[in-house]
Nanobody, 123 residues
Framework: QVQLVESGGGLVQAGDSLRLSCAASGRTFSSITVGWFRQAPGKEREFVGSINPGALTYLVDSMRGRFIISRDNSENTVYLQMHGLTPEDTAVYYC?????????????????WGQGTQVTVSS
């Protein structure tokens, strides 16, 4: 089972950029799809995007152009680069993995989750 640890969250101002990391354990990292989700207080967990083993990425429309997902298989790490942050981006950000590469936004399709990292954007 892959274990995930997110990092890089923090308190930033509107318009700032932030890069989140998702570090994974396990030798099969290069063959898994990693998804990013976020959950704001009182709201359901929201799909941000994903990256498959071939580094093909998908981002939801509202985040395309501001967020970028990348991976470094040599470091067993996936990144979520976020630009132009707004207070609406405030949430706990999670990464999760699945072995199937097609895009899915359903949290139940992901098998392992990190503990999350808090991102707070002040206005």
């Amino acid at each position: 089972q892959v274990q995930l640890v997110e990092s890089g969250g923090g308190l930033v101002q509107a318009g700032d950029s932030l890069r989140l990391s998702c570090a994974a354990s396990g030798r099969t990292f290069s063959s898994i799809t990693v998804g990013w989700f976020r959950q704001a207080p009182g709201k359901e967990r929201e799909f941000v995007g994903s990256i498959n083993p071939g580094a093909l990425t998908y981002l939801v429309d509202s985040m395309r152009g501001r967020f970028i997902i990348s991976r470094d298989n040599s470091e067993n790490t996936v990144y979520l680069q976020m630009h132009g942050l707004t207070p609406e981006d405030t949430a706990v950000y999670y990464c999760a993995v699945r072995t199937v590469s097609y895009v899915t936004s359903r949290p139940s399709d992901y098998t392992s989750w990190g503990q999350g990292t808090q991102v707070t954007v002040s206005s």
